[in-house]
T-cell receptor, first 114, second 110 residues
């Protein structure tokens, strides 16, 4: 079945450590996105990529880094520079153009800094 | 991308129609209106989208005003499982990033 997969579902990190969240899709989508969601809040865009080997900062990119070496994969690294990393992280993908450009979301990774 | 304005919360009785409004007064001619919903602690789910004509699918109907400055998502017979946060987004057809607002919390009550 086609879809978008995030792993792990839950992640614990010690303060000061970098951690990488995985996002893989087999939908042949060009565009991929990373969002952060805090309790009771909406989704805020961290980074997005419209094509392989290219990505742009979203609204809250500080303390995060990404790579897009393959069309299927868009990993997010939460660095030690991110001051408040505990949150729910969502990855999404969609096609860049055409009529049907609905986005598909993964089930999220809940990151907790301990 | 044009910004959207939605009420923070709404209540609806089970079995009744839920009408969720969205204002997008700065929408451009090539921007579509998309609706998603997010059930607690899950990834958002696509519901419906449209450009200027009204749209209907198995989940909902989308009514867009003639001037395209606002729209309404209609869930014809709301159930308890429709309790979620509903997001209205406007986005151009090609290449633009997907930006979410705060959404509307819909509470369906028995």
């Amino acid at each position: 079945d086609g879809g978008i997969t995030q792993s792990p579902k839950y992640l614990f990190r010690k303060e000061g450590q970098n951690v990488t969240l995985s996002c893989e899709q087999n939908l042949n989508h060009d565009a991929m996105y990373w969002y952060r969601q805090d309790p009771g809040q909406g989704l805020r865009l961290i980074y997005y990529s419209q094509i392989v080997n290219d990505f742009q900062k979203g609204d809250i990119a500080e303390g995060y880094s990404v790579s897009r070496e393959k069309k299927e994969s868009f990993p997010l690294t939460v660095t030690s520079a991110q001051k408040n990393p505990t949150a729910f992280y969502l990855c999404a993908s969609n096609s860049r153009g055409g009529v049907n450009t609905e986005a598909f979301f993964g089930q999220g990774t809940r990151l907790t800094v301990v | 991308d044009a910004k959207t304005t939605q009420p923070p919360s709404m209540d609806c009785a089970e079995g009744r129609a839920a009408n969720l409004p969205c204002n997008h007064s700065t929408i451009s001619g090539n921007e579509y209106v998309y609706w998603y919903r997010q059930i607690h602690s899950q990834g958002p789910q696509y519901i419906i989208h449209g450009l200027k004509n009204n749209e209907t699918n198995e989940m909902a109907s989308l009514i867009i005003t003639e001037d395209r400055k606002s729209s309404t998502l209609i869930l014809p017979h709301a159930t308890l499982r429709d309790t979620a946060v509903y997001y209205c987004i406007v986005r151009a057809e090609y290449g633009n990033k997907l930006v979410f607002g705060a959404g509307t919390i819909l509470r369906v009550k028995s």
